[in-house]
Structures are given as C-alpha cells and as structure tokens.
C-alpha cells in the first residue's frame, strides 16, 4: 500500500477487556515495529519484526503484552485484560530492511481509551 | 537505560528566524540519527536523516552530527508558522529507533 495502515483509528474498551490492534506495513518492507505515545509523552519501544526472525520483545511492559506478525505482512498487537494506565496512541512504523540505517515510516495510530 | 534527551521547550522563535533544536544521546555506539516532525495528534513524519559528522543540508533544515560529543542538532532556516510542531529526535539502538521526548517549536507571525 502507498503507506502503514492502522485499524481501528479509535478503540474505547472497559477495564479488563481484551483489545487486538491491527498493522498493515508498506509493500515491500521487511521490518515492522510497535510504539506506545501517552499523552505528552515521548515514544516508547514496543517490539519489533523482522522477516522471519524471532522478535525483539524487550519493550513490552508486561506479559498482558502480546503480538504476531505472519512472515512480511499484518502485524496483530494485542492487550490482554486492560487497564487504564494502557490509555495511549499505538503507532505502528515499517522500514525496507533491518540495518542500523533503516528510516521509519509511521502509520497515523491507534487512539486507545480504556475507562 | 540508552538515553536520548531533549529540552521539552516551548522553543519560541519569530516568523523568519532561525530556530535551533539540540539532542545529546548516551549510547557512543550509535551509527544513525533522525529528526521527526510531529503535528499535535498526528503521527511522527521524518525529515532529516544523519550518519556522519558535520552537516547535512536539506531545503531549509540543516542536520548537524557531532559524535565526540554525542549531540545531534536541527536548524531550521526562515521558520514559517508551519513548521510549529513538536521534533522528535531519535537514535538507533540495535535495529530499533530511541525516541527523545520532543521539543516544541512554536514559530509566531
């Protein structure tokens, strides 16, 4: 696609309700990375794919935490019994490779509201 | 914990000025640094990309590297009301990006 798409634009859960979030990276790119923005806040590392490796899971705060992504394409991130300190925008960026290099493209979020 | 710090602001500058954005990073190992720009309730969008030491031209946004001191800075030439936003700086850590908390510009007519 022409860029990283992201679904829902706006999810509001209750507390204790599982979520899934959705990423569709650029056609072509090879990497596929989570981030977490709370309000006024800088981004936080979440995880990150690439290819067929195993991924770098370091970021997620807690093992409520949790997501798939099926060799280059959709990535599912996914937030098991929610609680309202996880109320932020999940931002999904892709780049073409792996290096130190690569430039990140950023999808527009997903605005989560847990109440 | 690999650090990535940047003054919060709000970084005011007239309409036509230079504005001056600053970053120091913790990590000597990085190879790659990045400015993004971040509209209120939009998501960060890149603008400059910077591997070297010294500076790196582009438009009206010049990059400058200096990895002996581990800053990595933004000038941002003839600043328009357009360009208030929040900037992103961000240093590689392995193959993910380390993201500063952002400085706010705010450029006055």
């Known amino acids: 696609g022409a860029g990283v798409s992201q679904s829902p634009s706006n999810k509001v859960t209750e507390k204790g309700k599982d979520v899934e979030l959705r990423c569709d990276p650029i056609?072509?790119?090879?990497?596929l990375y989570w981030y977490r923005q709370r309000l006024g806040q800088g981004l936080e590392f979440l995880i990150y794919?690439?290819?067929?490796?195993?991924?770098?899971k370091s970021g997620l705060p807690s093992d409520r935490f949790s997501a798939e992504r099926t060799g280059e394409s959709v990535s599912t991130l996914t937030i098991q019994r929610t609680q309202q300190e996880d109320s932020a925008v999940y931002l999904c960026a892709s780049s073409l490779g792996a290096g130190v290099a690569e430039k990140l493209f950023f999808g527009s979020g997903t605005q989560l509201s847990v109440l | 914990q690999k650090e990535v710090e940047q003054n919060s602001g709000p970084l005011s500058v007239p309409e036509g000025a230079i504005a001056s954005l600053n970053c120091t990073y913790s990590?000597?190992?990085?190879?790659?640094f990045f400015w993004y720009r971040q509209y209120s309730g939009k998501s960060p969008e890149l603008i400059m990309s910077i591997y070297s030491n010294g500076d790196k031209e582009d438009g009206r946004f010049t990059a400058q590297l200096n990895k002996a001191s581990q800053y990595v800075s933004l000038l941002i030439r003839d600043s328009q009301p357009s360009d208030s936003a929040t900037y992103l700086c961000a240093v590689n850590d392995g193959y993910a990006l380390n993201f500063g908390k952002g400085t706010s510009l705010l450029v006055t007519p």
């Open positions: 990590d000597r190992g990085s190879q790659s």
């Open positions: 794919f690439q290819g067929n490796s195993a991924p770098d």
């Open positions: 056609s072509g790119h090879t990497a």
